[in-house]
């Protein structure tokens, strides 16, 4: 605080109640009185003009005119006090411009009594002169063969705004709508020595300097919102966000927005016509990427420095799209989990694979599309009464690892193939090369490519002023980058994860044409090697590559197949040596027709002959004669080979790029001054994946498991889909002519829901003998009158389903999961607590609360602690007067299984009523089709289609262990609508069938069953062109991979073949 600014203040202080006060005060007991004891006659009027002056009329008129001058000053100075106080900016008044401007002027000197001034030292001194440059964004290109310290020097004028001075202003208003606080004033006075002397006296047309604004925190799939006539904040949340008290949400995404006339956003009750706001989404960093040099493809790094070259910003805010997860939360993850304290942590998660986090969330996420992909493959070839081949209880680590982690990431992965075949396409269209790339960089905001040449790239990719290095926003609309080409090959089949970065950067490295040596420490180098051959072996724009693995990465072999092949070693007829140079020979023979490098003549399809990338691993001490060779091929043809060669550790003289891999598992390559947390997988990891991925190709047919603990009750009849066990069935057998039962055993007789003759049911439904046996056995009265009595409340329970006034709570599973319940309402997380729900629910005896915690990787406290929130949100149990979620101590599961249990009663879950309503219609044999066309009705859509942030965060992952009910869940209605499909069509209602077939093609849109059967319903209807169609294109043609269509299954051939017309709709 400096004195000379107290004395300003006070003097200040004192003439504005001089002003306001005195002067009023001083008129009255010196002036004239100027208001009349009543209106003057004409004569005194006329006596007044003809007398003789003697000063009274001068002093009346000076009186009047200070009176006038006094009020239009006080109420300047009145209205500039007033805008202080509320923050804003005093409006102004037409011909009251000066004493506007000496009312601001006395006020901003009288603020000086009341507020602390920081004192100004030699930094202030010492700052650089106000200036007027403009700021740019810019793309800084360091050299990484020499690090460089960060902020040592001064700011350069990149860095920084300026504003100028208008009528009005002060410090800390500018501040205010510049900066976004009014208390930053004091950062304008240490960047402009010009107002340091004096922060009060600030003069119009002074240019002052702005500190740069930091970029919050963007949210992602954050959007602008331009404001209309008529809006408010309240009405935008409303429209935007759903709910009207969201409105400060957007008010504080938006009060760092610079507007279009430069100021901000300061008070949400005033907005103005024009300006834009920030509609939020999840807070993720947008910090700008720092572009590295680009990766050289030989030993000898780039040394000129790179200067800055101004680049436009895309005209939206890009979002997190590409942050590869470090780890994953145990057990369920906690995205929209209630916060935790440190002592309450999660726990960790034992089965999380080390190698698919960090930089291996890559390969994570493209497992987890390839997996999907074989899953897909698997559903066609399931038969009715039969579910998908479960993967060994020993892999489950491995899949909860893929399901958690690969939710995450395969968007990313999915993007970036996007990206690269879109830039293949831009560049083909254009009739250009395409670039040279060396490495990507996937950040939290955008892809960067960086660049072995230099090379130029049309819009929207920007680029530094030397030409390495150029990005887009993650944002960026696809066919901004380019069209989309059917069949568009991937132009970089050998683009691999390397690590991760310190600032969470993912790089990946583009090896093809290079040699790879991988040196270091033997144990992690081992581990980075198998984790190259594992993602160019499920990477998607891998598609179409081969792998050979002489004597390293062995482990690999059954993970893909179509790409890996594993030798042990060269043997006469199979030495993956000689064929990598010969492949390099041909492809440098091919290129040099064709007149271009490989990556455009793959990229523009050029010649006849596929261009095939090749990746040979094997170790730097083999002794084969024609390694040397091939070595020198690659590495004397840079971009025509197609080919690379990795060695795993030293081999003297080898070409090539060296990666070292360090004993705390961190990779550098030093032509380019990366140093990198390394990706690696392990042996038992890379053993794990392969094993999970081999199972995804089995087809045999698996019966549905049944719950052997279920003793009693409508559970104890029925497997996990809700099908009668085969002990409560009788084989069905062709019915005989008059009395069905007749001549048969009385406890033997019985019906079935499809009761004609097969034959009827084959000439008319998309269906066999054996899916009839299956789905429709027949069923003796006996077992009818036990299913019936086992479940008395059922009719009562879909009444209460159907019926919006119920007050029991209901769960739905069979679409999007979501819970309806009348107890207290959750105002947030409501996808974690029905997850939880769902959890509990799902288990008929109870959890305990050590599986709650394992499963969503709780401590015990927390365990409790939601468990009641649980418990509050559903209430209490209008047939009992008892929460629905009763104590664990006196819980019917805890008499049962010897231990306190969280357990849910009378809560009504869409999939068990499914699954009682199939169970009795199918013991009611004739009588029961009414129950299996009313349980379809309980079907809105995929079962078990969890909110997508619960997904991405590593939630459900539990469904893995057990009977994976999900699946099971997915044969359930896909079986119960084939029956009705098959029960409609023999009785001539097609709108019955196209229904129940329509809802299994929701339910199931990859399984074969249901477009079999919607094919059999457009035949019915005389749409015999639309069954051709479905036959052709989603069954006979279809393909879930990048290979050509496989073989029809079984089954399919065999319908095929009963229909007439049917299977020539195979194209050739």
């Known amino acids: ?107 901003s000197a009288a603020a000086l009594l009341f507020v602390a001034i920081p004192s100004i030292g030699t930094s202030v001194a010492e700052a650089a002169p106000a200036h007027a440059a403009m700021a740019h964004d810019v793309i800084d290109a360091p050299v990484l063969v020499e690090s460089r310290p960060v902020g040592t020097g001064p700011a ?20 205010r709508d510049q900066l976004g606080d009014a208390d930053r004033w004091s950062e304008l006075v240490d960047l402009n020595p010009v107002v340091a002397d004096d922060p009060d006296l600030i003069y119009v047309g002074t240019v002052l300097r702005l500190p740069a604004l930091v970029a919050p925190a963007a949210p992602a799939n954050s959007r602008t919102y331009t404001v209309q006539s008529g809006d408010s904040l309240s009405s935008i949340a409303v ?126 996420g493209a497992l987890f599309l390839l997996r999907a992909r074989r899953r897909r493959a698997q559903s066609r070839a399931r038969r009715p009464g039969h579910t998908l081949p479960a993967p060994d209880v020993a892999l489950a680590s491995v899949e909860k690892t893929i399901s958690a982690v690969g939710a995450v990431t395969a968007p990313t992965v999915k993007h970036m193939d996007a990206v690269l075949r879109r830039l293949a396409a831009s560049v083909t269209r254009d009739g250009a090369t395409m670039p040279d790339l060396a490495a990507v960089e996937l950040t939290a905001t955008h892809v960067v490519l960086h660049l072995g040449t230099s090379t130029s790239l049309r819009s929207p990719w920007l680029g530094s002023s030397d030409g390495y290095h150029w990005r887009i926003p993650a944002t960026l609309p696809l066919d901004d980058i380019g069209p989309e080409v059917t069949d568009q090959p991937a132009p970089y089949p050998l683009l691999v994860t390397i690590g991760i970065g310190d600032d969470e950067g993912v790089w990946l490295l583009n090896v093809e044409d290079l040699d790879v040596s991988i040196t270091g420490d033997p144990t992690y180098g081992l581990d980075f090697a198998r984790y190259l051959v594992a993602e ?112 795993n550790g030293t081999r003297p003289d080898a070409p090539g790029i060296v990666l070292d891999v360090t004993a705390n598992g961190r990779i550098t390559l030093a032509s380019a001054g990366l140093d990198l947390v390394a990706v690696g997988l392990t042996s038992d990891e890379a053993q794990g994946c392969a094993a999970l991925l081999a199972q995804s190709e089995l087809v045999d047919a698996v019966a549905v498991p049944v719950d052997n603990q279920a003793t009693e009750g409508w559970r104890s009849f029925v497997d996990q889909a809700g099908a009668l066990r085969d002990e409560h069935t009788l084989p069905r057998e062709p019915a005989l002519e008059g009395d069905p039962d007749e001549g048969r055993p009385a406890e033997q007789q019985g019906s079935t829901v499809l009761s004609e003759p097969d034959e009827l049911y084959l000439d008319g439904a998309a269906t066999t003998s054996e899916d009839l046996q299956a789905l429709a056995p027949r069923v003796a009265a006996a077992v009818r009158r036990e299913v019936e ?41 409501k996808p974690y607590m029905t997850e939880l729900l769902t959890f509990i629910a799902l288990h008929p005896h109870g959890a305990t609360p050590g599986e709650v915690s394992e499963a969503f990787g709780l401590t015990g406290a927390k365990v409790r602690e939601y468990v009641r929130l649980v418990r509050e949100w559903l ?58 066309r009313t349980a ?51 009785a001539g209602d097609v709108v019955a069938a196209r229904m129940a077939a ?46 050509a269509p496989p073989e029809l299954v079984g089954r399919t051939e065999e319908i095929l073949r009963g229909r007439v017309g049917w299977l020539g709709s195979r194209a050739s």
């Open 1 to 107: 605080m400096r004195l000379r600014a107290r004395l300003v203040g006070l003097l200040a202080s004192v003439l504005l109640i001089g002003v306001v006060v005195a002067v009023p005060a001083v008129l009255v007991r010196v002036g004239v009185d100027l208001i009349p004891s009543g209106l003057p006659t004409l004569e005194l009027v006329w006596i007044a003009l003809r007398s003789p002056d003697d000063g009274a009329l001068v002093l009346q008129a000076v009186t009047l005119v200070a009176w006038l001058a006094w009020l239009v000053l006080s109420v300047s100075i009145v209205l500039e006090v007033v805008a202080r106080l509320r923050g804003v900016r005093a409006p102004n008044i037409p011909g009251l411009q000066v004493p506007q401007l000496a009312a601001l002027q006395l006020v």
């Open 156 to 175: 350069s004028p990149g860095e920084w705004s300026t504003y100028t001075i208008r009528l009005g202003d002060s410090l800390s208003a500018i501040a």
């Open 239 to 364: 429209r935007e966000l759903g709910d009207a008290e969201r409105y400060p949400e957007i008010f504080e995404a938006s009060k760092n927005t610079v507007q279009p006339d430069g100021r901000q956003v300061v008070d949400p009750d005033v907005i103005d016509v024009g300006q834009v706001l920030t509609i939020p989404g999840t807070v993720e960093p947008t910090t700008a990427p720092a572009a590295p040099a680009p990766v050289a493809a030989t030993t000898e790094p780039m040394a000129d420095p790179v200067p800055d070259v101004a680049i436009p910003e895309p005209s939206e805010v890009p979002t997190n799209t590409y942050r590869a997860p470090e780890s994953i939360p145990a057990g369920a993850a906690q995205v929209d989990a209630p916060e935790q304290d440190d002592e309450e942590a999660s726990t960790a998660a034992p089965w999380l694979l080390a190698g698919l986090t960090g930089g291996g969330a890559v390969l994570a």
């Open 536 to 647: 160019v072996a499920c990477n998607p724009w891998s598609a179409g590559a081969r792998v050979h693995c002489v004597g390293v990465g062995t482990e690999l072999a059954g993970l893909n197949p179509d790409r890996v092949r594993v030798h042990e070693g060269p043997a006469d007829g199979d030495d993956p040596v000689d064929e990598a140079l010969a492949e390099a020979l041909r492809t440098l023979d091919n290129a040099t027709d064709v007149g271009v490098d490989v990556v455009t003549a793959r990229a523009t399809q050029a010649g006849a002959e596929a261009w095939t990338a090749r990746l040979l691993l094997l170790d730097a001490s083999t002794t084969h004669p024609a390694l040397n060779e091939l070595l020198e091929l690659v590495h004397a043809n840079p971009g025509r080979t197609g080919t690379c060669v990795v060695l």
């Open 789 to 829: 009595d086992a479940d008395p409340l059922l009719d009562e329970d879909v009444a209460a389903w159907f019926a919006e006034s119920s007050r029991l709570p209901k769960l739905r599973l069979l679409g999007p999961v979501r819970a309806t319940t009348r107890g207290k309402p959750l105002l947030k997380r």
């Open 875 to 932: 209430g209490t149990d209008p047939r009992t007067g008892e929460p629905h979620v009763p104590d664990a101590r006196l819980a019917q599961g805890a008499l049962h299984r010897g231990t306190p249990v969280y357990e849910v009663v009378d809560l009504i879950v869409d999939l068990d009523l499914f699954r009682r309503l199939r169970a009795r219609g199918q013991a009611r044999g004739t009588d029961g089709i009414d129950d299996l």
């Open 936 to 986: 379809l009705r309980l079907v809105e859509g995929r079962p078990f289609d969890a909110p997508a942030q619960r997904r991405a965060g590593g939630g459900w992952t539990w469904l893995v262990d057990g009977d994976r009910i999900d699946e099971h869940a997915v044969v359930a209605v896909v079986d119960v609508a084939h029956l009705v499909v098959t029960h409609a069509l023999a």
């Open 998 to 1043: 329509e809802t299994a093609a929701m339910a199931a849109p990859f399984e074969e069953i249901p477009r079999l059967d919607l094919a059999a319903v457009a035949t019915a209807e005389g749409r015999h062109a639309e069954a051709n169609r479905i036959i052709r294109d989603e069954i006979a043609n279809r393909t879930d991979d990048e290979g």
